[in-house]
């Protein structure tokens, strides 16, 4: 088969071959009309565009970010939202797989920048310094997908108060009668939205006073058998707890899990809840109570921020969302 060029697309569309270029690389540009046509003859002759070469011309339409290295339910929403409205806009989303440390965040940063993107979004307030004088140095408009409480953002800041929504679901609990609540946590160094939520249960802990015992805390790893050692431990160390609030859904899920092999009823020997309500929370036996978070609004609204030059700190707010497990 012959391989059709640029040129040959456009003869076969009727159009100039810059209408070609511009329905390919910037959509917004391009009559509805137009558009069909030309993704028509596209699909039909099996075109595909060459990247590589017009990485130079087009990199200002390119919007990078940094997300996690383990990919769950609410990153894959959040991206989608991202991608969503890249898409829409004409824009493409190029994604770098980062650590929650300064050196592998600053490479992921180094390597997006070279791609001379139109922005940046962060999946947390960028912790390294190089990193910061790197995007200063480019001039790039940055959106950080973060924690709005404490640290002042390098541009723009959308996310939502990890410290409210651990406080609620902590008071939460106790108005549904739980008097001995643990914290599970993974590790917080470095990651400015799971020291909010620990510092929100701590603050909700002491403003329900004396009756409610301090100190009920454990930091694993985020996998479900960090949740089912996390429920070991705090039993071992009361064994009166009588419900945990896991900092993820995927600790909670594990938390689940070792109550069914213990035998222990869910919520009468032991309450779980959870944060962050991916796909599974609703699906696992019994529910997961969790608090939800809209992760696809947060990650379009983070787009339209970079895109449209809005510099408005966004608040896209959560929910406590009562199910059978607490």
Known sequence: MTKLGMREIARRAGVAPITVSRALSRPEQVSEALRTRIMAVVAEAGFIPDRVAGSMRSSGRIIGTVVPPLINSGIAEQVKGMADACAANGYQLLLMQGEFSPAAEDQAITALLGWRPAGLVIQAFVQ????????????????????????????????????????????HLARRGYRRIGFVSTPVHGNDRLRQRRVGYRAAIRDLGPDYPAGLEVEVPITPQGGAEALSILARRDPALDVIFCSSDTLAIGAVQECHRRNWAVPGRMAVAGYGDLDLAAQIYPALTTVRVDREAMGRVAIEALIHGRREMVDVGFEIVQRESA
């Open 128 to 171: 390294s310094r190089q990193a910061r004088e790197r995007i200063a140095r480019a001039g790039v408009p940055v959106v950080e997908i973060s924690e709005i409480r404490g640290r002042r953002p390098i541009d723009r800041v959308v996310g939502v108060s990890n410290y409210r929504a651990a406080h609620a679901m902590t008071m």
